[in-house]
């Protein structure tokens, strides 16, 4: 007997809710020597089956160390839309050093957005995570995968 969408469907929406709640509580986890990274970021981005986005940001750190940061993803997958997120703002998880922010994170992403829209994702490399937030406007649909990029800005 094959499963009816009716079956399926609660299931898959079970299966995205636990991922998401272990990203939450990976993304929240403090260890000995961690610091707490924010980062206040702006971003702009547009995508037809290929998805890029570019931006700036402060990264501030309760030790007192700043940094300027440039912000790169691009990504692949069935997407549309041209979008603007202002005053986003990111939590860093597993971070010894503000250098550490620095990297690739890997990202996977599905979004809808009419006018205005809510950003959320988690991004992660090695043992640094990444939780980001933010509001804006724009058309955006699809999902894609890929690679956010951060940087020491100029």
């Not at 937030?133 to 956010?148: R, S, T, W, Y």
Request: proline fraction near 2%; aromatic fraction near 6%; glycine fraction near 14%.
């Amino acid at each position: 007997m094959k499963p009816s969408i009716v079956s399926v469907r609660p299931a898959l929406l079970a299966g995205v809710l636990a991922m998401a709640a272990c990203g939450f509580a990976a993304a929240s986890n403090r260890y000995v020597g961690d610091i707490n990274c924010k980062m206040d970021y702006s971003i702009t981005g547009w995508s037809a089956i290929y998805k890029h986005s570019s931006g700036t940001g402060t990264v501030h750190c309760d030790n007192g160390q700043t940094m300027r940061v440039k912000i790169k993803a691009k990504g692949v997958g069935l997407t549309a839309g041209k979008w603007r997120i202002d005053n986003g703002n990111g939590r860093f998880s597993g971070v010894h050093n503000i250098a550490e922010v620095l990297g690739k994170y890997a990202h996977g992403e599905a979004s809808a957005g009419v006018v205005k829209s809510v950003s959320s994702q988690i991004v992660t490399k090695g043992n640094v995570s990444l939780a980001l937030a933010g509001h804006g406007e724009g058309v955006n649909l699809g999902v894609d995968i890929g690679q956010l990029t951060i940087s020491r800005a100029p």
